[in-house]
């Protein structure tokens, strides 16, 4: 079985301070991981993935995510967060062998960037 | 780009009402999925669908059933609603020839059932 966790609920920030939303999970196979981004009353919104290989993947809206398989993390990182990042983050995972190709998601993790 | 639109943004229904949600996408993906997303929980996979007609259960499809008669729209029935289905639903879709595809959102429908 696949699985995601987020461990934190919320990430504070001030604007122009590095960011990082933590990721980690667990899968049978290889993995395919995903990050989204949801605004307050919108859908999900991709930001990136990782499918295979550079473990350094970059994304929209400045983002990057690192893939380490030793950890098994995916964390998501932007070098200076601006205000307008503050949202609610999902990271997913699907794992190869799993024949419908389902994602399972975390329980998300609130961004606050303050100025 | 991608388009996945969903019929209402906002529903109120009553306990034992029937409720249809909707969900269009016009980049002829084969996968749509229904999702429901609470706090502290994340987001939830109800059903699925690979192919007209064709349907599979996700992880929660209690109290729910679905239908998709075309391609391009999936849609998801609350038999008899009740106020612990009262959530936000979102529903995806991608193409399902290769499993590293992206799904693509909906902008979600927050039910609340009195």
């Known amino acids: 079985a696949q699985s995601v966790a987020q461990p934190e609920d919320q990430v504070n920030v001030a604007e122009g301070n590095p960011l990082t939303v933590k990721c980690t999970y667990s899968?049978?196979?290889?993995?395919?991981l995903f990050w989204y981004v949801q605004y307050p009353n919108r859908g999900l919104q991709f930001l990136l993935k990782?499918?295979?290989?550079?473990?350094l993947v970059k994304g929209s809206y400045g983002f990057e995510a690192e893939f380490n398989k030793s950890q098994t993390s995916f964390h998501l990182k932007k070098p200076s967060a601006l205000v307008s990042d503050s949202a609610l983050y999902f990271c997913?995972?699907?794992?190869?062998?799993?024949?419908?190709?389902?994602?399972?998601f975390g329980a998300g993790t609130q961004v606050v960037v303050t100025p | 780009d991608v388009k996945v639109t969903q019929s209402s943004r906002y529903l109120v229904k009553r306990t034992g009402e029937k409720v249809f949600l909707e969900c269009v996408q016009d980049?002829?993906?084969?996968?749509m999925f229904w999702y429901r997303q609470d706090p502290g929980l994340g987001l939830r996979l109800i059903y699925f669908?690979?192919?007209?007609?064709?349907?599979e259960k996700g992880d929660i499809p209690e109290g729910y059933s679905v239908s998709r008669e075309k391609k391009e729209r999936f849609s998801l029935i609350l038999e008899s609603a009740s106020t612990n289905q009262t959530s936000m639903y979102l529903c995806?879709?991608?193409?399902?020839?290769?499993?590293?595809?992206?799904?693509?959102f909906g902008p979600g429908t927050r039910l609340l059932v009195l």
């Open positions: 899968v049978s196979g290889n993995p395919y």
């Open positions: 669908s690979y192919d007209v007609k064709m349907k």
């Open positions: 990782y499918i295979t290989g550079d473990n």
């Open positions: 995806a879709s991608s193409l399902l020839a290769r499993k590293q595809e992206t799904q693509y």
């Open positions: 997913a995972v699907r794992d190869e062998t799993d024949s419908w190709g389902k994602l399972q």
């Open positions: 980049m002829d993906h084969e996968n």
